[in-house]
């Protein structure tokens, strides 16, 4: 008895089954189970506690914690821990159960080691979530949890899933013949479920704080001093949230609703892209019926089965349909539509710029919204070809291949189809998501290597006059070693990206072909051509696949870029018509203010319950120091801005009920600083009416007296002005701005100090073309030399925001208050240069008489 029991407890202690051994891998139709549970939670194991001490140790030594009342308070996250500790606790269950009636008592060695591998490792996975809930590393943001928990959840879900391999192996519990293999099914389902649970939630990171928790964390926080790098934080925020509301803002723009031609074209895309689909299923086909055509008792000379498949690749283009022939015709059909879609949204974008208010043009820069609209519609145009021509293909590609493997073959081709193709794009993703701040970090160095040396070349006087050369080698040497690191870093998790890929790609592989040559050689309905059809098939996926992670990088970028364009988008009109609006009819041109009162912003009120009225035909001047709100109601005249409170009236109508481009058409306007478009004399004069005639645009120049100077330039009337009209002098720039207004040939005129930056005699000749400007019609001057404007019907001193004084020129000077003041104080700089004048010949005189 003592011997049986021995011996017994000698078969116990083995460490495979009896007749088994660990190298075998491949036992009764299916895995052995020893192999499989000693190899996958060896590598589970091993990569979890060799990676995750590491990652524990970084926290602990450069982890700042988290204050307790930033995190996020969510049930996932106790569900996440809950079965995170459930898992080891089946593990034990499960070793009972083999031990006492599952396997009829016999316990082996890998069991012992599975049992001991995933008690230690999942309790160390519970802490690396609560290191990484609690804990943040000094660099960026933390987007959800590690690169080490991520992998190692996707290992544990691998494993449980290779299970399904063994779906036709005659001793395994899936046929469900005794209460044994009902109690293993039972306990399988709960571990498998529990596996896709904790996978699941370990992307959803519900413990871990999202970016918007993040940047709302309070600066003076006792327990968190990160310093967030600006870039960063633009850069770190979920480009992909709200994906689908910004597809559906550039949906009207991406179907040509208006021509039926390109509607068609759309279509016929869309058909070829399909087609694509139809020959990339029946490429690898074709291969398998040469093969099994060769392979036959009786090969025959399938010729037409060769032409047939050169034929199809011809149209697919070497796999991936980059240089096929129906890619190129798509290619080609899609140019016209490519540019619909470019040409409707920069004029939406440009319409709804003009639309936007003067204050919002003032406070942008108008180099960063060019920059905006161009990035913005480059993106639009690459996004739709990354996802419509490369994404969406991919994936109807797996989908199509995951439907006729479980169709052709059986399930278990698919669903390993399916988890490989699966496993990689998630894999891809996360880890390009990861290795984002690296290549940031890279560009950011190489940004700075750059900039070290031309800062040092082009102070190289400086350099030379503090001897400063070997200070200069040494910090350029200083910023290469920083880029270098920083391109090890992005090199090396590049490389694991790849090795990821490889290690996903090859393992569906080696999974899917030792099934399909098993099922080869024990003839359980494939042929060889069927196994040369899986492998030609599925490398033909996984083709596309390894350009996912840079198509994903691009649409990334493509959405930031969007992300700013939406923004100009969003902007919202401060100054519209109301509705119901009509056009402003103008019979004589009386122009009232009635308690008016208006500040850029609330708190500094410019303009304080002003009134006038300029009666029609009449002039009126307004006058005042600097900031007094002058430039400020011709501003609002002109609509620019809406009074905070009053009311502007034009011939008894109310300036805000009226079509703000009737208002603009009634009014014409020359301003201080003339600005003309990069364009011909005669264009920029022109502008005031763009239908008149070329003898309208002469007869303009000649009543502005600027006709006779135009026939000395070259081209004449063609002379190109430059950029922003420099090519003319202010007196010249004046003069067709007056010409342009008086081809306009307003109701109202608007004066906004048309003279002040010219010199004497270059004034009194353009006030003569003004007065022709102004003749018989509603005039508002806004006047810095005070003797433009003393035969004004009518001026109006303004101080602080407020009329302190109006009335004629004579009855102003009669009061000696502040217009008389003003008065007095430009005479005297008036007469300043003929006195200097006269003590510099005295200076002279005295001089010569010395010698």
Same mark, same amino acid.
């Not at 004029?347 to 406070?363: A, N, Q, T, Y």
């Not at 019609?777 to 407020?802: F, M, N, P, Q």
């Not at 009061?815 to 007095?824: F, K, P, T």
């Given at each position: 008895?003592?011997?049986? &029991? ?9 460490? !495979? ?32 506690? /060799? ?94 949890? =590690? ?93 992909? &949230? ?26 016929? !895309? ?42 199809? #690749? ?9 240089? =096929? ?30 639309? /936007? ?41 797996? +989908? ?22 699966? +496993? ?8 390009? @998501? ?9 560009? /950011? ?24 050369? *070997?200070?200069?080698? @040494?910090?350029?040497? @200083?910023?290469?070693? *920083? ?22 790609? !090859? ?8 099934? !399909? ?40 970028? *493509? ?21 119901g609006a009509g056009p402003l009819s103008v019979k004589r041109g009386t122009v009232e203010f009635h308690n008016v009162s208006f500040g850029y912003i609330p708190d500094r009120i410019v303009l304080k319950n002003i009134s006038f009225t300029v009666p029609a035909g009449k002039t009126v001047a307004f006058v005042g120091p600097s900031g007094s709100g002058k430039s400020t109601v011709i501003r609002l005249l002109f609509r620019f801005y809406d009074v905070d409170s009053g009311s502007i009236v034009i011939d008894g109508q109310n300036i805000k009920t009226v079509l703000q481009a009737s208002l603009r058409q009634a009014i014409g306007v020359v301003p201080q600083d003339t600005v003309l478009f990069n364009n011909s004399i005669k264009y920029n004069i022109q502008y005031g009416r763009i239908s008149a005639s ?14 006779? &100077? ?31 207004? +008086? ?6 005129? +608007? ?24 003749? *018989? ?29 109006? =009335?004629?020129? @004579? ?32 200076? #002279? ?7």
């Open positions: 008895m003592l011997v049986k &029991r021995f011996r017994i407890s000698q078969i116990r202690m083995l460490y !495979c089954p009896p007749n088994v051994t660990l190298g075998e891998v491949w036992i009764n139709n299916g895995t052995s189970q020893c192999f499989m549970e000693t190899l996958t939670v060896s590598i589970t194991a091993g990569i979890l506690l /060799l990676f995750g001490s590491a990652q524990f140790w970084m926290y602990k030594k450069y982890g700042t914690r988290v204050a307790q009342l930033s995190l996020p308070r969510s049930k996932l996250y106790y569900a996440q821990i809950f079965i995170t500790f459930l898992l080891p606790i089946l593990a034990v269950v499960r070793f009972i159960l083999q031990a006492t009636v599952l396997k009829g008592g016999f316990v082996y060695g890998y069991m012992i080691l599975s049992l001991l591998l995933t008690i230690a490792m999942f309790p160390f996975s519970a802490i690396l979530i609560i290191l990484e809930r609690n804990y943040l590393l000094p660099s960026v943001p933390t987007r959800g949890h =590690g690169l080490v928990l991520l992998f190692f959840w996707t290992l544990v879900l691998a494993s449980e899933s290779l299970s399904f391999i063994n779906l036709n192996r005659d001793d395994w519990w899936f046929h469900l013949t005794t209460l044994t293999d009902e109690i293993e099914m039972g306990v399988f389902v709960t571990r498998f479920v529990s596996c896709v649970v904790l996978f699941v939630l370990g992307l959803r990171a519900p413990g871990i704080m999202t970016n918007r928790d993040y940047f709302n964390l309070s600066n003076s926080s006792t327990e968190l001093n990160i310093q967030i790098d600006e870039n960063d934080v633009t850069n770190q925020g979920s480009t992909f &949230r709200n994906a689908w509301k910004k597809i559906l803002v550039l949906a009207p723009f991406l179907w040509p609703k208006k021509d039926l031609p390109l509607q068609f074209r759309v279509l016929f !895309c869309f058909l070829l892209l399909a087609v694509g689909r139809v020959i990339n299923l029946y490429v690898p086909i074709y291969s398998k019926l040469i093969v099994d055509s060769m392979a036959a008792e009786n090969p025959r000379f399938r010729w037409d089965w060769v032409l047939i498949y050169v034929g199809f #690749k011809f149209l697919q283009g070497g796999g991936t349909g980059g240089m =096929g022939l129906l890619n190129n015709i798509r290619s080609f059909l899609w140019i016209r539509i490519q540019q619909y879609t470019t040409r409707e949204v920069e004029v939406e974008l440009f319409k709804h710029l003009h639309g /936007l208010s003067l204050r919002w043009h003032l406070s942008r820069k108008t180099g960063e919204v060019l920059r905006v609209m161009d990035r913005g519609t480059d993106s639009i145009n690459n996004l739709l070809n990354y996802i419509l021509f490369s994404i969406l293909p991919t994936i109807t590609d797996i +989908l199509v291949a995951v439907g006729y493997f479980i169709s052709a073959f059986n399930g278990w081709f698919g669903l390993i189809v399916f988890v490989t193709m699966s +496993l990689y794009i998630v894999a891809t993703i996360l880890v390009t @998501e990861w290795r984002t701040k690296f290549q940031r970090r890279m560009n /950011l160095a190489d940004n700075a290597q750059t900039a070290r040396s031309v800062d040092s070349l082009l102070n190289f006087e400086t350099v030379k006059y503090y001897g400063a050369e *070997n200070y200069e080698v @040494e910090s350029y040497r @200083e910023a290469i070693l *920083n880029y270098q690191t920083e391109e090890w870093k992005s090199t090396v998790t590049q490389n694991i990206l790849n090795t990821v890929q490889n290690v996903i790609v !090859c393992g569906g592989l080696l999974t899917g072909s030792l099934l !399909c040559v098993h099922m080869v050689v024990t003839n359980q309905g494939l042929t060889i051509g069927d196994y040369v059809l899986f492998a030609s098939y599925i490398i033909q996926l996984y083709v596309p696949l390894n350009w996912f992670g840079t198509f994903y990088r691009a649409i990334q970028k *493509n959405f930031v870029d969007m992300e700013n364009m939406f923004d100009l988008m969003r902007e919202e009109q401060e100054v519209i018509d109301a509705p070329d003898e309208d645009i002469v007869a303009a120049a000649k009543h502005a007296d600027i006709h006779d &100077r135009i026939l000395t330039f070259p081209d004449a009337y063609e002379t190109k002005v430059g950029e922003r009209g420099l090519k003319l002098s202010g007196g010249e720039k004046q003069r067709v701005a007056i010409a342009r207004t +008086l081809l306009k040939s307003p109701s109202i005129v +608007l004066l906004d100090e048309a003279t002040s930056a010219l010199d004497t005699q270059t004034e009194r000749n353009i006030q003569a073309a003004l007065n022709r400007v102004c003749a *018989n019609r509603t005039t508002i001057v806004v006047a810095h030399r005070l003797s433009t404007i003393i035969h004004a019907d009518e001026i109006l001193v303004l101080k602080e925001g407020e009329i302190v004084e109006r =009335g004629r020129h @004579e009855d102003l000077i009669a009061l000696g208050n502040v217009y008389a003041a003003m008065w007095e104080q430009q005479l005297k700089i008036d007469d300043m240069p003929q006195e200097q004048e006269s003590e510099g010949d005295v200076n #002279k005189k005295t001089s010569a008489s010395s010698a």
